[in-house]
């Protein structure tokens, strides 16, 4: 399979993985999200563009703050999670929002268009992220400000898959990889062009029911590679069977812990 017929595989992969979430707004992904605004502190009447906006978690905050004279723009290439996106709005009554629907890593807008950008948690979906922050860069108006989260490299379940595919011969990397500690964020930003970086930590991380934490379904999100979907069913079953005997071996009287430290970043572009 070569590099175009691999990322088109993937993105589609993503796209069915998050059309198919019908409940996506909890305390958990609300928590992941809306610390960003806490960091950029908007402005009546700034233009802001949300990357990734799922369900509109930021992008719907964003607005209320930005009031009637700002705009939002808000793109996704996941038609249901903007469907959800759409009928929050409505709700609301909110007039300053434009949903897109589209490959956000894609999009083109004119320079210095947008006063803040935003990317919550996904980030690390992007296929080449420091080409996207390049070009976030150029759309911001001078002096604007850039917001992103993102987990460690030893967040959420990919650790524990990747020990049990080394086990078993198989090498994977890991999907935070490029933002998987705040200096690696902080390299990305400056490498970039963009200056007075701040990164905050928070630990997000919780505890699970044994049952829920041993559910892994053997997919394996990677934006460059995946020698998973080589496998045949059989083999995957195998790994899947291992999963679960490794988070047995963690499980504990509150469950099973869930590590999830995020990082929630920021930086600006130079005025001059």
Known sequence: MDNNQYEQQYKQEVINFFNSRNSYDDDYTIRRALPLLELVKLQKGQKILDLATGTGIIAIAAAQMV???GEVIAV???SGMLAQAQQKIKVLGLQN???IEADAEYLEFNKESFDVIL???????FQDIPAALRKWYLFLKKGGMIGFS???NQSCEAPIIITVCAKNGISLSNINELTGTPQKCHDLLREAGFQDIKIKTKQLGFY??????????GRWFHPRENPLSQLSLEQIEVLKAEYRQQIESMATDQGVWYE???FFVTGSKNVI
């Open 67 to 69: 009031g009637s004279l």
């Open 76 to 78: 996704d290439f996941s």
């Open 97 to 99: 929002i434009k949903l």
């Open 119 to 125: 990317c919550s948690t996904a980030l690390v979906y």
């Open 150 to 152: 993102c987990c460690s």
């Open 208 to 217: 699970r029911q044994l049952n829920q934490a041993k559910q892994w379904d």
């Open 260 to 262: 999830n430290l995020t």
